[in-house]
């Protein structure tokens, strides 16, 4: 298991500094990182700029997340046009291969003007005060199509079944081409895990639904960007999780954050105070073999910390203390 320093929003040279010295040896990037969005698809000159460039940084390019919203949102809802998404899809898988970038993380959610992770409040008070999001269903229930971004011009209604069907029309189209590629592609569950939400289903939201995306086109280059934290706000056992999917080879980076409970309202907290035992989480992953790269995720705003460092800092260092204790000390083997 390897710490990795997120780097999904726009890089500069202080970030990739916070995360060498803070012991990363691992970069997730994202489409903020000055790569070109006119084309409908990455680049491979800025693909190749972009590893060079967390490379020359001390940091291995490990994965990129999410393409731009509206790069894939015909393609989630069936939409006319989707073909030429898809088609614009593998033009990334391929140029991603070709610069040796080794997985895409991606969704199969709409982007709301909340973002992909729908919360119902960016302001709740923590621990201490600090600053944390939460989602509460009965808030949110009675939303609109009006919040998609891009936005939906018609009246909509997804049904589960409509979105199981786009989506193994995609999955069928794609994973040939990662394979091809190289790419591994993996999918981050629903956030929150419950549906459906301004009219459309979430079928990510069980890890019944996880099993059935790896089943739907049997690959070892189709599993899961593992966002700890969404499978955590699941009904069921996040620990379960880890050791299902981790021990077939599934989980391609993760997530590693905590929840204050499951669905259908919850809070992110501190990685040391949600309802998770995250000690047991990383001895779990450590015990299925998992090698891969760790992040954090919707760190709490701290007192101070405009930058996000100090909160971020608190949070990688937990982790690398996990992982240190699962694999070299008396937790590990």
Request: with cysteine.
């Amino acid at each position: 298991m390897r710490l990795a320093v997120d780097a999904r929003g726009e890089v500069d040279e202080e970030l990739l500094a916070f995360g060498k010295q803070l012991g990363a040896t691992d970069a997730i990037g994202g489409y903020g990182n000055s790569l070109s969005t006119d084309k409908g698809y990455y680049d491979y000159q800025d693909l190749v700029r972009l590893r060079k460039r967390f490379e020359d940084a001390g940091l291995a390019l490990a994965a990129i997340e999410n393409v731009p919203p509206d790069w894939s949102h015909k393609i989630k809802l069936g939409l006319p046009g989707r073909d030429q998404q898809i088609e614009n899809w593998c033009k990334t898988l391929t140029n991603m291969g070709g610069a040796g970038i080794p997985v895409l993380g991606y969704n199969f959610m709409l982007r709301s003007d909340r973002g992909y992770g729908w919360r119902t409040s960016r302001s709740a008070a923590g621990r201490g005060g600090t600053q944390v999001t939460t989602f509460d269903y009965d808030v949110a229930r009675d939303a609109t199509q009006t919040v998609w971004d891009p936005p939906v011009t018609e009246q909509l209604e997804v049904t589960d079944e409509q979105m199981w069907d786009n989506f193994t029309y995609f999955l069928k189209a794609v994973i040939p081409v990662a394979e091809q590629a190289g790419v591994r592609m993996g999918l981050h569950p629903d956030d929150p895990p419950i549906s459906p939400l301004a009219g459309v289903a979430r079928i990510f939201r069980s890890h019944s639904a996880l099993r059935r995306l790896i089943e739907t086109v049997p690959s070892e280059y189709n599993g899961l960007e593992f966002c700890q934290g969404t499978v955590s706000e699941m009904p069921e056992n996040v620990i379960d999780a880890i050791r299902y999917f981790g021990s077939r080879g599934k989980i391609f980076y993760v997530h590693f954050r905590n929840v204050s409970g499951p669905v259908p309202s919850f809070s992110e907290t501190f990685i040391d105070e949600g309802y998770v035992n995250m000690a047991e989480a990383m001895q779990a992953y450590s015990e299925v073999g998992f090698d891969g790269p760790m992040i954090d995720d919707h760190v709490p705003g701290v007192v101070g910390d405009k930058s996000g460092y100090r909160s971020r800092a608190f949070a990688m260092g937990y982790i690398k203390g996990l992982i240190d204790f699962a694999t070299l000390g008396t937790g590990g083997h």
